[in-house]
């Protein structure tokens, strides 16, 4: 997690393969068990970042708010439709205007403070991601 | 974007490869000209909808909240620490603590409103995507 200047300058445009950056582990092992977000009970968890995206991680602090974005590697992603919370009262409502974890793209969007910080390995919660759960992306939630 | 009820009923578990929902089509046309979030002067621009995933935007409505999540394609994803906002005075920080376009997974996160819906497109804003950036994901703010 040392300083490391970029050595390339010239802009580069990238192709669209995700690249899990790190992965969830947590003693929530399925979807059953999961909360629906963090806020409604959801344990804390390590959040372990692989060691060839360390250096990104520098200056993360103790107390950081961050959004640690997942790839929910269990959703459904021809669902486009669902009754919000799987409650059947609920009108029938397109994905896009819920946060159902099934969705053409399933990301998952987890705030959460950093709780311990252990080399390369995160405390982070409340976090409803299930164990095994790509991590994708952290950023620091804007003031 | 009628109710249509999912067909499959098995949970099934897939890869992770991003399918573009949508397009920004703005008058940003160049990262240069791009204010660095929607809030610092960022104009409205169009989210025009693929039609494939029209469906998940029944419910959706005016004035909702969103967050649009984008594949920023100009971004680079060989970088792992900046200066942040590209200010040498900023010290060297490392990506997952900054929200520089340029990190392992170039996903955007633009918190936006919905000002108009027209067909498939949605009018939203601010926000500081560039013309031609891929849409991966539409959610609600949650309150």
């Known amino acids: 997690m040392k300083a490391r200047k970029a050595t390339r300058k010239t802009p580069k445009v990238t192709g669209g393969r995700l690249r ?6 947590s003693t ?5 068990q999961a909360p629906r977000q963090g806020p409604e009970g959801a344990p804390d968890a390590w959040l372990q970042v692989h060691p060839w995206a360390a250096d990104a ?29 799987s409650d059947p009262r609920n009108p ?4 896009f205007a819920t946060r159902s974890p099934d969705r053409p793209n399933p ?3 987890h705030p959460v403070v950093v709780r311990a910080i252990d080399g390369t390995r995160l405390r982070v919660g409340p976090i409803e991601a299930i164990d095994g759960t790509p991590v994708i992306d952290i950023k620091p939630v804007l003031k």
Chains 1, 2 share one sequence.
């Open 57 to 85: 991680l520098f200056r993360l602090a103790l107390g950081d708010e961050i959004i640690v974005v997942t790839w929910l590697h269990r959703a459904r992603r021809d669902v486009m439709q669902v009754h919000p919370r």
């Open 92 to 95: 029938l409502t397109g994905v």
């Open 107 to 109: 990301l998952g969007l």
């Open 20 to 25: 899990p950056v790190g992965v969830i582990r």
């Open 28 to 32: 929530l092992k399925s979807r059953s």
